[in-house]
């Protein structure tokens, strides 16, 4: 409802009616079981957006053939971008050191094994 009227609302048809809407025109009561059924319909194509997440960077690669639910998605984890970057931290270190390097990390492991 906080989306203003006008050209984001009529042109591409990606947000909701207004339930008013659905309730007395047919046109948006179609448009909402589109939505809801079917998803948006993005055009064809792939991309990578990286938000910054509590415990560092979480990444979504999203390829789309034109339908309404992705082809191909990925998530990349910040658990696994950090490990990432522990054969650096742990050079030259004793092996009594590694366990509370790791810990630094503070890395979840069921999310960092894909």
């Keep these: 409802d906080k989306i203003p009227q006008g050209e984001v609302r009529l042109k591409h048809k990606m947000v909701l009616p207004r339930k008013q809407e659905v309730y007395t025109r047919m ?3 179609i448009n909402d079981f589109m939505l ?5 319909m993005p055009e064809p194509g792939e991309t990578y957006t990286a938000i910054e997440a509590p415990k560092g ?7 789309s053939i034109g339908e309404g639910h992705p082809w191909k998605l990925k998530i990349r984890s ?7 970057g ?17 810990g630094s990390i503070d890395p979840v492991m069921g999310e960092a094994d894909k």
Excluded: C, K, R, T
Aim: proline share 5%; aromatic share 8%.
């Design 78 to 84: 910040p658990s696994a971008s950090n490990l990432q």
């Design 57 to 63: 960077e979480l990444g979504f690669f999203i390829v």
């Design 36 to 40: 809801v059924n079917f998803g948006a």
């Design 27 to 29: 046109e948006e009561l």
């Design 86 to 102: 522990l054969p650096v931290m742990v050079e030259g270190s004793m092996i009594a050191d590694v366990v509370a390097i790791i």
